[in-house]
């Protein structure tokens, strides 16, 4: 079945069209992703040369796609926007909220009853508002979204840091906050910073144990994790033609923990095949019509330095395997030096859980080569080292790889099948363990590996690795073994090694699914009725927040001082608190309490300036809140990184925080705090951040005079009766200092 076939003929009858007249009025060759930006302006007689980097531009994306923990505001917002439905099709996909414990059997239907107030609400919401709804154990947003949603040069937002995972299919596609997701559905312009462009030449064929997984953990080494902060990745070169689409979508997927704001392919035989293979054959004819227009222009590709801001150049026929980590993916390391690492380090080298899946790596292919190797266990005599967790990207997937017996591969070695859902990659793991603050390692095939974010034990060394070298490593238990020159005791004693793996792109047979989930909207949702129990501890209806009342924010107590790394998963962590994503009161009770305070060290331990003692933060903040009294926090480089969890900048928002001070912000929390309202300032002057002191008052002023590229005055009363005082700069424009203006950009909404 093609979704929305009516839309996606529009769209590919004017592509071409509107990349022409952005061609004429720019005077030159384009990139692709100029191409497919320039065909998305809200209004094409605004197109001109905008500079990247500094220009704020209006764009029209084609769809939205939400999982369930993001949804749930993202509705509630939607709901007080007065509209009757969505402007552009959308769906939800529930993903988040699915335990991993024992297995799908058991941990589907516990999920189904737990959460079952929440999913009848999503349910009632999307049928209402005509959006698609994909249940419980339908799969991961990002692989169901690849399999039916994604076509060549279109545009879709997602409640979701890992969307881009859809530029697989030659798609800009970007993660954002639940209220930009909102503006899309509203038909509202949907506001973006031009991106600069870095082009990543991929030369060469992938051989032997090199997947395309290695590609962005080895770019992750190169970028850091805020390298591409602002910025689309491009990818050219023959090396992307051999490729396949879920192979790059793996790619444009883990292109989030560079902080890229999307990752991009051009249209090659290899998305024709997987549009075709997924139903979607009628999308690949059109996409193929327009070929030339879902790549770079020749000239582009002829003199990419002339195109792109930065140019990287991967040799894929030299590419090793890499393993990242531990406590963040850019932590970049090739197999060949890896066992050297582990012992200087003194990591954990006994390797105790091999995790495969995620939205990153748990396509057919993915899943094909894994269980190569686990056929390899008893073919060659050997014994699983480690315990092995899968978890399948959609239900099309397990049906297929069930009937291909590659289920039953996995199980034969002991591996434990666990729902189509995210699970572990995002804190829903339920651990089985003899003690949870114990030193181990982890191996997985995630994005993302921030301490106590798989298993909530911050001594867990979780290192990111391809499918195939999780599986290699569990076979193993040895985080030193290298598959690629080191051999195994077999139960016979031999000396034996692994193969490399070998599998297929996409299934011989075709894909088969039972049921895939979907559950289509009512043709008229008038008469729907959404009800929140008023009762409820898990969903909470929305109360617009307050006006700026015009007046300068002084004297403000200092919340929180963070210390190093501070993500979305310290803001507003994961794992038992998504029951809590509807109801901003109680979530807000986590807020910051992963934040190490630079004070003293610790977590969730701040100073009260009404008691004198150390309190949690949403504690002292719910007090200041109850007296009237606005706070601020104070913060390091890439506040928020990570997750694109809009609940990190609605908690402080609910609590009364008014401003976040911080050395640099990572771009999709930047928008969300600017978006509810929230004043996000640098330190123009990066070092002034070593003047802030624990029992200060902090003041910003100048507000009346709140400009684009006006700094604001900070001042720093200090308990011993000095002050300081610095410039904080910002990024915001008219637009979103009207939002600031009026509480949030959903009042403005509601206002026009």
């Known amino acids: 079945m093609v979704y929305d076939i009516e839309m996606l003929k529009r769209f590919y009858a004017s592509y071409a069209v509107h990349v022409d007249a952005a061609r004429v009025k720019l005077g030159k060759a384009m990139t ?16 001109a040369a ?74 009632s919401v999307a049928s209402k508002y005509h959006i698609g709804f994909w249940k419980p154990g339908a799969g991961i947003i990002h692989q169901v979204v690849l399999e039916n949603y994604a076509f060549p040069g279109g545009m879709i937002v997602g409640t979701d840091s890992h969307t881009p ?13 639940g209220a930009d997701a909102v503006d899309v559905m509203t038909g509202m312009e949907w506001e973006l910073k031009m991106p600069k462009l870095i082009g990543v030449r991929l030369t060469g064929k992938l051989n032997g144990w090199a997947s395309p997984k290695d590609v962005i953990l080895k770019l992750a080494g190169i970028l850091t994790v805020k390298g591409a902060t602002n910025a689309i990745i491009e990818y050219f070169g023959e090396g992307t033609a051999s490729l396949s689409a879920t192979g790059k979508a793996t790619i444009c997927n883990m292109g989030a923990e560079v902080g890229a704001t999307t990752s991009i392919f051009p249209y090659d035989e290899e998305m024709e095949k997987y549009l075709c293979a997924t139903g979607r054959k009628e999308v690949a004819l059109m996409a193929s019509g327009n070929a030339l227009y879902l790549k770079a222009d020749a000239e582009v590709e002829a003199h990419p330095e002339a195109y792109y801001d930065r140019i990287i150049d991967i040799d894929l026929s030299t590419l090793e395997p890499y393993i990242n980590g531990p406590f963040t993916p850019d932590a970049a390391c090739p197999i060949s030096e890896f066992a050297e ?34 056929r390899q266990v008893k073919a060659k005599g050997l014994k699983m080292a480690a315990q092995l967790i899968i978890n399948p990207g959609s239900e099309q997937i397990y049906c297929t790889a069930k009937r291909d017996g590659m289920i039953a591969d996995f199980e034969a070695v002991g591996g434990v099948i666990m729902t189509n859902a995210c699970g572990p990659c995002i804190g829903q793991w339920k ?14 095939s995630f994005n993302r590996n921030f301490a106590k974010r798989a298993d909530g034990n911050p001594n867990t060394h979780a290192f990111v690795a391809s499918p195939e070298l999780a599986m290699a490593l569990a076979i193993a238990g040895d985080l030193c073994f290298n598959p690629l020159t080191d051999s195994l005791t077999n139960e016979r004693g031999e000396q034996v090694r692994l193969d490399a793996p070998v599998g297929e792109t996409l299934p011989g047979k075709g894909f088969t699914v039972d049921d895939n989930g979907y559950v289509a909207p009512a043709a008229d949702g008038k008469n729907i009725e959404v009800s929140i129990a008023p009762d409820s501890k898990r969903l909470q209806k929305l109360a617009p927040f307050a006006a700026w009342d015009g007046k300068d924010l002084t004297d403000m107590p200092l919340l929180i001082k963070t210390q190093g790394k501070c993500t979305t998963d310290h803001i507003s962590m994961a794992g038992p608190w998504l029951r809590f994503r509807g109801h901003l009161e109680n979530i807000s009770d986590n807020m910051l309490m992963g934040a190490v305070n630079a004070f003293n060290g610790k977590t ?9 003692e150390y309190e949690a933060v949403s504690s002292v903040a719910k007090q200041y809140k109850a007296k009237g009294i606005p706070s601020i926090v104070v913060a390091e480089e890439n506040y928020g990184e990570g997750s694109s969890r809009e609940h990190a900048a609605m908690e402080p928002r609910f609590l009364n925080v008014r401003v976040i001070l911080a050395k640099s912000f990572a771009r999709i929390h930047e928008t969300n705090l600017k978006k509810q309202g929230m004043l996000a300032l640098t330190f123009t002057n990066k070092d002034d951040y070593n003047k802030i002191q624990e029992h200060d008052l902090l003041s910003v002023v100048g507000l009346d005079g709140f400009a684009p590229g006006k700094p604001l005055q900070v001042i720093v009363k200090h308990e011993d009766g000095t002050e300081d005082s610095f410039l904080a700069s910002h990024t915001y424009n008219e637009m979103q200092i009207g939002w600031f203006k009026v509480g949030c950009a959903l009042n403005t909404f509601k206002k026009q």
Not at 165 to 177: R, Y
Not at 431 to 444: C, E, F, K, M, Y
Request: one cysteine or more; a neutral charge; aromatic letters at 8%.
């Open 341 to 374: 690492k582990v012992r200087a380090n003194g990591y954990p080298q006994r390797m105790e859980v091999g995790l495969i899946g995620s939205c990153t790596n748990s396509s057919y292919q993915d899943l094909s080569r894994a269980a190569s190797l686990a």
């Open 431 to 444: 651990r089985v363990t003899d003690d949870p603050l114990r030193a181990n390692s982890i191996v997985t």
């Open 604 to 612: 969730n331990s701040v100073w009260n300036r009404l008691t004198g």
């Open 50 to 123: 905008f500079r990247r980097g500094e220009d704020y531009v209006n764009f029209r994306p084609d769809r939205v796609a939400m999982q369930d923990a993001t949804a749930q505001m993202a509705l509630l917002q939607f709901m007080n926007s007065g509209k009757d439905c969505s402007a552009v099709p959308a769906t939800v996909h529930c993903d988040h909220l699915i335990q991993a414990y024992r297995g799908v059997k058991e941990d589907l239907p516990v999920a189904k009853e737990t959460n079952k107030e929440v999913y009848d609400f999503l349910k």
């Open 165 to 177: 995972n859809a530029g697989g299919l030659g798609m800009i596609a970007i993660g954002v906050g």
């Open 32 to 47: 692709l992703a100029e191409k497919i930006l320039y065909a998305h302006l809200y209004d094409a007689g605004t197109a």
